[in-house]
């Protein structure tokens, strides 16, 4: 077993007070006996302790209650930030959904093409996102291959096109986003408070399952763990 998978636990000096703090002098209900099999020792039986979940030797570094409320805080936020972003998208998927089509396409094309290039990168590749747009290399550009798609796409998918690039370019914050979707949620009739308590439980039902999922992990490692520490012995 590797030196740094268990600690040796030690006599102690009944004359050293310090020992008493050290954790190769304390005992835990994890002690088994192992023979060393390596260097001038080899053959002897020490007493060791290989438990990775030991509270005595291995115990887990409390953090400050500072770094805890503020590590709770970044979580909060960006769970927030992750859920309005969600429901953003699906709002927007919601309202396409509900562009007619009006304009020719030669009036379509003519009106996204110089639109798109006023977009910002990041918003141009959630319109490219949304549209099943990807990089099938680094280097790519998504103005290009948005352009490609523009050339190709019909008359309802430009007006679904269109509509979204105003939407973004309209909003140039994050207010500024919510403002934009529930304006053009009232005009296309979308109801975006379901689109939000959808998203929501889906969100819930994501972090149920990892907990599970980590829960589970940490009930099998444990086992192992003793199993691992029987054989040395």
């Known amino acids: 077993m590797p030196r740094n998978k268990y600690i040796e636990i030690k006599p102690q000096d009944p004359n050293a007070k310090k020992h008493r703090d050290w954790p190769e002098y304390q005992t835990c209900k994890s002690i088994t006996e192992a023979i060393v099999t390596e260097g001038t020792e080899k053959g002897e039986v020490r007493k060791i302790c290989a438990d990775p979940e030991c509270p005595v030797h291995r115990p887990k570094k409390q953090r400050p209650a500072g770094d805890v409320r503020i590590k709770a805080e970044q979580e909060k936020q960006r769970r927030e930030e992750a859920l309005a972003n969600a429901v953003g998208l ?81 909003a140039r914050t994050q207010s500024e986003t919510g403002k934009a979707l529930k304006d053009a949620a009232q005009h296309y009739k979308v109801d975006t408070d379901a689109i939000a308590q959808k998203v929501k439980a889906e969100f819930a039902a994501k972090e149920k399952a990892q907990a599970a999922k980590k829960t589970t992990a940490k009930a099998e490692s444990k086992p192992a763990a003793r199993t691992t520490a029987a054989k040395a012995a």
């Open 90 to 170: 699906r709002v927007l998927s919601a309202i396409v959904a509900a562009v007619p089509v009006r304009l020719t396409k030669r009036d379509l094309v003519f009106i996204v093409e110089r639109l798109l290039p006023q977009l910002e990168e990041r918003r141009m590749e959630v319109l490219a996102r949304n549209h099943g747009i990807k990089k099938a290399q680094a280097s790519d550009s998504i103005g290009k291959l948005m352009g490609a798609y523009i050339r190709k796409a019909e008359e309802g998918e430009l007006g679904q096109l269109l509509i979204e690039t105003v939407i973004l370019h309209s």
